[in-house]
């Protein structure tokens, strides 16, 4: 909590510097659906953006899916499209892999469109290392609203982490195969 207390100088000063990268938006329209955001908005302009979703456990072997040979595989063709460029990877970063994914795309400043649950309100702030990667411009974080209220999946209600979950890789893939313009309503 002091370091936090000794760092909020340097961050307000970073704020003012970049504000195309530490943009902070309660309300973001990306199709039908609204959005609290915070980081570089122009992520999804990108041409490409490539989803990350990873089971807990391979449907076949049931081993974590972050262990097995198809989680190489897609990993390595996730990487491949990052270092080619103009690709975005778009996660919510729930399940092991997606973590893996997530974390390797903030800690190289590949860039990254990161779902959240959490809401992002006016006094909402990211952690250290998302802001970090926020000052690079190379992450946006956008946290759906009405997340509970998006339908139940499999009969597990809504409000359920299970669900929230599952409609957080629905978003993810609904950021994908937009191609329209992002509204920023405020």
């Given at each position: 909590m ?6 909020n100088?340097?961050?307000a ?6 504000p195309d990268y530490?943009h ?36 076949i072997?049931r081993q ?12 390595s063709?996730w990487?491949a499209?990052?270092?080619?460029g103009a ?6 970063g ?7 994914m997530k974390?390797e ?7 990254l469109i990161?779902l ?6 006016q006094y ?6 998302r ?7 190379a ?12 339908g139940d ?16 890789n ?6 994908c195969a937009?191609?329209g313009e992002?509204k920023?309503m405020?």
């Amino acid at each position: 909590m002091i370091a936090y207390v000794h760092d909020n100088p340097r961050r307000a000063q970073l704020r003012r510097l970049l504000p195309d990268y530490l943009h902070r938006c309660l309300h973001v329209q990306i199709g039908g659906r609204s959005y609290g955001a915070f980081g570089n908005l122009f992520l999804l302009r990108w041409p490409r953006k490539v989803q990350v979703m990873c089971h807990r456990r391979h449907p076949i072997t049931r081993q974590p899916y972050e262990t097995t040979a198809d989680y190489a595989s897609n990993r390595s063709q996730w990487e491949a499209a990052i270092i080619e460029g103009a690709t975005v990877i778009v996660t919510p970063g729930i399940s092991n892999g997606e973590k893996l994914m997530k974390n390797e795309c903030i800690d190289h400043g590949y860039p990254l469109i990161h779902l959240q649950a959490t809401p992002i309100d006016q006094y909402w702030k990211p952690e250290k290392k998302r802001f970090e990667a926020c000052a690079r411009g190379a992450l946006l974080i956008l946290a759906p609203w009405d997340l509970n209220t998006m339908g139940d999946v499999g009969n597990v209600p809504s409000d359920s982490d299970y669900s929230r979950f599952h409609n957080l890789n629905t978003v993810a893939a609904e950021i994908c195969a937009f191609k329209g313009e992002a509204k920023i309503m405020r």
